[in-house]
């Protein structure tokens, strides 16, 4: 804490807007599919999956960051999915508690968090060499970028595939709703257009960054 | 980190073990004590949603019992946290709010289309109809198969006829999904047109619990009469 206060949340920021933005688990590295392509089919549903493995990723790396000085290299994977393994049981005694539909809406895709590739990459890549704090705000980053990238495709999802938003029905009794959009294909294509939105942003800012450099 | 990577050191298997053991350690207690937290609101959730399942099929119940219908053709009830004995059928016994029995609800499956259906079915005594069904549990397709839940002609098939022949042994009229539009029995399910498969395994499903549990169930009527 010897640093000055506006430098050092300045670097958390930092820290944070890498899993949110620069490096999102969904449209920038693309990790992580099988849940978002499985459980998107409604906003609700994306944003408890978001929540549930943005908690797990918080407390592991948080866990993993804690004792990263314990874990003999030989046995890190054992050890990180044990602990994965533990705050997944947490979440879904905790869901179950809250709602069994939703319980049964998100179906295995609970249990498959132990096997999400984002959490373990965190704490192999990220947690098992930095201190506690700052492991925790990049995993709540990660977190957060997940959940956003669910919900951007959850929401486009229900909105053509169901005619409703979180459960609230937008156009009434006489919308033919698209149902292909809350059939797997329907995943594929919300996704793939995304990843085309998020590239031609990408490409924009290249050019932008190219014209710069060639008029300075 | 390369520095140790170009020596590779190993690590005495007395450390390794000791983290593992650490860390099985705390995560039992964390697990455990999530566990025990929940325990309460996850039973408490399980009893409202077989509440709430029930009384959408029986709308006049307002409280339940559950029984467990015997093989020798007895009906007991089940204790809180009770376990079915062996070969025993489960149903619930909904009563009104004078305590008089408003309607028998039970279980089904069959295979549907993607998976197996579950449903939930209300039998009338009064009747001897089966007034309305509710799924517990589905896989088929969204926008297809669940059509089963709002197709105005299909769900206009119940109540359906459910009388026992006359040696009480199975239903006088086996319970059977035809083609849509073909109904013309009281005990026929009007299946949906692009959804047959869904609409029979519903049908199927009524109808291998109904053979099952009303042959056992209809003795013992007198005794369901009043809530015990």
Same mark, same amino acid.
């Given at each position: 804490?010897?640093?000055?206060?506006?430098?050092?949340s300045?670097?958390?920021?930092?820290?944070f807007?890498?899993g949110?933005w620069?490096?999102?688990?969904?449209?920038?590295?693309?990790?992580?599919?099988?849940?978002?392509?499985?459980?998107?089919?409604?906003?609700?549903?994306a944003?408890?999956?978001?929540?549930?493995?943005?908690?797990?990723?918080?407390?592991?790396?948080?866990?993993?960051?804690?004792?990263?000085?314990?874990?003999?290299?030989?046995?890190?994977?054992?050890?990180?999915?044990?602990?994965?393994?533990?705050?997944?049981?947490?979440?879904?005694?905790?869901?179950?508690a809250?709602?069994?539909?939703?319980?049964?809406?998100?179906?295995?895709?609970?249990?498959?968090?132990?096997?999400?590739?984002?959490?373990?990459?965190?704490?192999?890549?990220?947690?098992?060499?930095?201190?506690?704090m700052?492991?925790?705000?990049?995993?709540?980053?990660?977190?957060?970028?997940?959940?956003?990238?669910?919900?951007?495709?959850?929401?486009?999802?229900?909105?053509?595939?169901?005619?409703?938003?979180?459960?609230?029905?937008?156009?009434g009794?006489?919308?033919?709703?698209?149902?292909?959009m809350?059939?797997?294909?329907?995943?594929?294509?919300?996704?793939?257009?995304?990843?085309?939105?998020?590239?031609?942003?990408?490409r924009?800012?290249?050019?932008?960054?190219?014209?710069?450099?060639?008029?300075? | 980190?390369?520095?140790?990577?170009?020596?590779?050191?190993?690590?005495?298997?007395?450390?390794?073990?000791?983290?593992?053991?650490?860390?099985?350690?705390?995560?039992?207690?964390?697990?455990?004590? *999530?566990?025990?937290?929940?325990y309460?609101?996850?039973?408490?959730?399980?009893?409202?949603?077989?509440?709430?399942?029930?009384?959408?099929?029986?709308? *006049?119940?307002?409280?339940?019992?559950?029984?467990?219908?015997?093989?020798?053709?007895?009906?007991?009830?089940?204790?809180?946290?009770?376990?079915?004995?062996?070969?025993?059928?489960?149903?619930?016994?909904?009563?009104?709010?004078?305590?008089?029995?408003?309607?028998?609800?039970?279980?089904?499956?069959?295979?549907?289309?993607?998976?197996?259906?579950?449903?939930?079915?209300?039998?009338?005594?009064?009747t001897?109809?089966?007034?309305?069904?509710?799924?517990?549990?589905?896989?088929?397709?969204?926008?297809?198969?669940?059509?089963?839940?709002?197709?105005?002609?299909?769900?206009?098939?119940?109540?359906?006829? *459910?009388?026992?022949?006359?040696?009480?042994?199975?239903?006088?009229?086996?319970?059977?999904?035809?083609?849509?539009?073909?109904?013309?029995?009281?005990?026929?399910?009007?299946?949906?047109?692009?959804?047959?498969?869904?609409?029979?395994?519903?049908?199927?499903?009524?109808?291998?619990?109904?053979?099952?549990?009303?042959?056992?169930?209809?003795?013992?009527?007198?005794?369901?009469?009043?809530?015990?």
């Open positions: 804490m010897s640093q000055p206060a506006g430098k050092m300045a670097r958390n920021w930092d820290e807007m890498e949110v620069r490096q999102n688990p969904v449209f920038v590295m693309v990790l992580g599919m099988c849940p978002t392509l499985a459980v998107t089919v409604s906003g609700v549903n944003l408890s999956m978001g929540l549930a493995t943005a908690f797990v990723l918080v407390c592991s790396c948080g866990l993993v960051s804690l004792l990263r000085k314990l874990i003999p290299k030989e046995v890190r994977i054992a050890t990180y999915i044990v602990i994965i393994a533990t705050f997944v049981t947490v979440v879904d005694y905790v869901i179950q809250v709602s069994l539909a939703l319980y049964d809406a998100l179906g295995a895709f609970i249990q498959l968090i132990v096997v999400n590739c984002i959490i373990l990459g965190r704490a192999e890549a990220h947690a098992s060499k930095n201190p506690p700052a492991a925790m705000t990049n995993a709540l980053g990660m977190g957060v970028g997940f959940t956003i990238g669910l919900l951007a495709l959850g929401t486009v999802r229900e909105i053509l595939g169901a005619g409703s938003l979180f459960g609230v029905s937008l156009f009794a006489d919308f033919q709703p698209w149902v292909i809350v059939l797997p294909p329907g995943g594929f294509f919300v996704l793939g257009t995304w990843l085309l939105f998020f590239a031609a942003l990408e924009r800012k290249q050019r932008k960054l190219a014209e710069a450099t060639q008029n300075a | 980190m390369n520095s140790e990577a170009i020596l590779p050191q190993t690590t005495p298997a007395a450390a390794m073990i000791r983290t593992l053991g650490l860390l099985s350690a705390i995560c039992g207690l964390i697990i455990v004590a *999530a566990y025990q937290l929940t309460d609101a996850v039973q408490e959730n399980k009893r409202i949603a077989v509440e709430r399942a029930v009384f959408k099929v029986i709308p *006049a119940a307002k409280s339940i019992v559950e029984y467990s219908a015997l093989p020798t053709g007895e009906v007991e009830v089940i204790g809180a946290g009770g376990a079915t004995p062996p070969g025993a059928l489960k149903f619930y016994a909904g009563y009104d709010a004078a305590g008089r029995l408003a309607g028998i609800a039970a279980e089904g499956a069959a295979k549907g289309y993607a998976d197996t259906v579950r449903i939930l079915f209300a039998y009338d005594p009064a001897s109809s089966i007034p309305a069904y509710s799924v517990v549990a589905m896989r088929e397709t969204p926008g297809i198969g669940d059509k089963i839940l709002v197709d105005k002609d299909f769900l206009a098939s119940f109540p359906l006829e *459910a009388k026992l022949s006359a040696d009480l042994k199975a239903l006088a009229n086996a319970i059977i999904t035809v083609k849509h539009g073909s109904k013309t029995k009281p005990w026929e399910v009007d299946a949906i047109s692009g959804a047959t498969i869904t609409s029979r395994a519903v049908g199927k499903a009524i109808n291998d619990a109904a053979q099952a549990l009303l042959p056992r169930v209809a003795p013992n009527l007198d005794k369901l009469k009043e809530k015990s």
